[in-house]
């Protein structure tokens, strides 16, 4: 029984690698002049038929139209397991698409205590699902692989992806990124399961986001911001379900304001500022990072906290009144913060806002799809924020000196993150698709 189970999954993989033989671009060029060899009348229209297929494969391989679809490849006929959840996050930039997930998978844990949830994912920081006893499963980003070329890392994705599908059978499968890799959606095509995009932001006309991607799931959740989203879309057929922004701690998991300080070493009676702007070296006596700090330290009972992104370097800063802090999710200790300088990103944003923290936002104006101009102003509107677009020293002390003038002007928000709504949603779902597979069964 266990020869037959292994050659079986032998066989798949080797159907798999030959799809991926049967598809590439050299294979079918390579078929397509053997074919005007056999065939000399082919041969003839060689001038005409062999740049309209270099054409098509150039549109294939920047996502405008689909590649072709090689039937050969088996639906799978392995029963689901309704009563488990596999989560497969990227790795952007920052925490993003890791912390939508693992807060969605801390909500449905509490709202399902049976729940089996797995992640799998680029993202390096596993050990950050430890304390919720969440299994991972891991391949590391193409750039970590010393000269490996994006259709081996795909091959690699799709191989790791499929024997963790394989052995866990999720009845659903969640996936949070912007761009859909083509060794996920080759994994996932032929699964009898949910399968849901997690996405922030519209699908515009304009991105280069492959035409045949959203048609893999069957569900797209898009968290709102806190400004309208662009009508200007692809036209889709896949359900839309819009949701509020995902963040990860309510406000009753947070520190107390004197538990955050002594954790943090902080003395109780000073105005503290929390920094994370990502971008900039503290050393750097030019930047702006550097710049802001030595503008509030100007105040003799401000002390500053900078947020260390854990996946970048450690920072080395030789400043009175300086602290650094290097864990997760930071916004656990927001109680001991009486103001905040951010970037204008998606995550930074609705973590303040949805805390109330009075903000000095510093929006990236060169992010392309990312809005956090516009997004930031809303703050402004609301009264708990300050937004500044040109920025150098004397632009940086001027919006310290207003946002230190906000301390104590601004009371803590009581609000929940709204997640109810959606958890209940994706549970009925799974019910729904067990009740089916009960009734196909009778």
């Known amino acids: ?66 590649p072709p679809k090689i039937d050969f490849l088996p639906i799978s006929k392995d029963k689901v397991d309704n ?41 390096p920081t596993l050990h950050l699902l430890i304390p919720y006893e969440f299994p991972a499963h891991h391949v590391s980003g193409r750039k970590k692989f010393k000269n490996m070329n994006s259709n081996s890392w795909n091959s690699l994705i799709e191989e790791e992806l499929t024997l963790a599908l394989d052995f866990h059978n999720p009845g659903m499968f969640i996936f949070d990124g912007a761009f859909p890799y083509r060794g996920m959606l080759r994994a996932i095509q ?48 896949v359900e839309l379900m819009k ?63 900078i947020g260390e992104s854990m996946i970048g370097d450690r920072l080395n800063i030789l400043l009175d009144r300086v602290h650094i802090i290097r864990d997760y999710p930071n916004s656990m200790y927001f109680r001991a913060f009486d103001a905040s300088v951010q970037a204008g990103g998606y995550n930074s944003y609705h973590e303040v806002s949805n805390f109330g923290l009075p903000t000095l936002f510093f929006p990236n104006m060169s992010t392309g799809m990312d809005d956090q101009h516009a997004r930031c102003n809303v703050s402004v509107q609301e009264g708990w924020g300050l937004v500044l677009i040109n920025r150098n020293k004397k632009t940086i002390d001027n919006s310290v000196n207003e946002l230190i003038n906000k301390i104590g002007l601004i009371y803590e928000k009581k609000q929940t993150t709204k997640m109810d709504k959606l958890i209940i949603d994706l549970s009925e779902r799974l019910s729904k698709q067990s009740q089916d597979k009960n009734e196909e069964e009778e």
């Not at 080797?14 to 082919?42: C, D, F, V």
């Not at 952007?92 to 729940?115: E, Q, S, W």
């Not at 032929?190 to 996405?199: F, L, Y």
């Open 190 to 237: 032929s699964r009898k399961m949910q399968k849901t995009w997690v996405r922030r932001g519209t699908f515009k006309k304009s991105s280069s986001i492959p035409v045949d991607s959203i048609e893999h799931f069957d569900l797209i959740i898009r968290p709102e911001d806190s400004v309208p989203l662009s009508n200007d879309e692809i036209n889709h057929d």
């Open 1 to 66: 029984m266990v020869v037959k189970a292994t050659a079986g999954k032998r066989n798949k993989r080797l159907k798999r690698e030959l799809y991926r033989l049967q598809a590439s671009p050299s294979y079918r060029l390579g078929t397509h002049l053997t074919n005007a060899i056999k065939k000399p009348w082919m041969a003839i229209l060689l001038p005409i038929t062999l740049p309209l297929l270099m054409f098509r494969i150039g549109l294939e391989l920047i996502g405008k139209i689909a």
């Open 243 to 305: 949701c509020s922004p995902i963040v990860m701690l309510e406000q009753d998991e947070m520190y107390s304001r004197d538990d955050a300080r002594r954790r943090l070493m902080l003395p109780q009676n000073a105005r503290v500022v929390y920094v994370q702007l990502g971008a900039g070296e503290i050393n750097d006596i030019n930047s702006e990072v550097r710049i802001t700090v030595e503008s509030l330290i100007k105040y003799q009972d401000v002390h500053v906290v």
């Open 83 to 123: 009563n488990t959840i596999m989560m497969f996050p990227t790795n952007g930039v920052g925490f993003g698409h890791f912390t939508r997930l693992l807060a969605l998978a801390r909500r449905y844990k509490t709202f399902n205590p049976d729940i089996n949830i797995i992640f799998f994912t680029t993202m």
